[in-house]
């Protein structure tokens, strides 16, 4: 679980990135964003309107730079409307999807997982909906994508 304005789901993304080309077949990635209050879920809307735009590739590391390296305001959902029109999006379909009811059903849920993973904060790798690991438990950055390989052998097993 993750929040575009949390700095270390933006420190960490590159490392998950990375990891990720190593992930084995078997395993399946899914990001989601973490909903603890009203002010996280813009964060969420943004995710889903990228996944549901199919621009989750080329835009999921240029929003999380927008925020952190360029500092862009994103005060309201117009902001984020205008970053993705300047980003080749089409307006029309940037606007339908952030109103559609598919991206607030998947905020919601990620309301409900961030409750019912238990967690407590972000970036949080949760594996197989059984292990919950974060860098601070797991012993550092580097060590966390050992801690995941190890739950992701195990449970593949």
């Known amino acids: 679980m993750f929040w575009y304005y949390c700095p270390h789901c933006f420190n960490v993304e590159p490392l998950v990135e990375n990891w990720l080309k190593k992930l084995p077949e078997s395993a399946v990635f899914i990001r989601q964003p973490a909903v603890f209050s009203d002010r996280w879920e813009s964060g969420a809307k943004y995710y889903y309107v990228l ?90 950055e580097k060590r966390l994508f050992k801690v995941l390989d190890y739950l992701i052998q195990k449970e593949s097993q």
Do not use: C, M
């Not at 735009?53 to 994103?74: C, M, N, Q, S, W």
């Not at 961030?114 to 909906?129: A, D, H, L, M």
């Open 51 to 140: 996944e549901q735009l199919d621009e989750v590739d080329r835009l999921h590391g240029a929003l999380f730079d927008a925020i952190h390296l360029y500092k862009t305001p994103f005060i309201d959902n117009e902001d984020f409307i205008n970053w993705l029109v300047n980003n080749g999006v089409d307006q029309a379909k940037a606007s339908n999807a952030l109103k559609s009811f598919s991206v607030r059903i998947k905020v919601n849920k990620s309301k409900l997982n961030t409750v019912k993973y238990k967690t407590s904060g972000v970036p949080t790798f949760v594996v197989n909906g059984k292990y919950w690991v974060d860098t601070k438990h797991a012993g550092g």
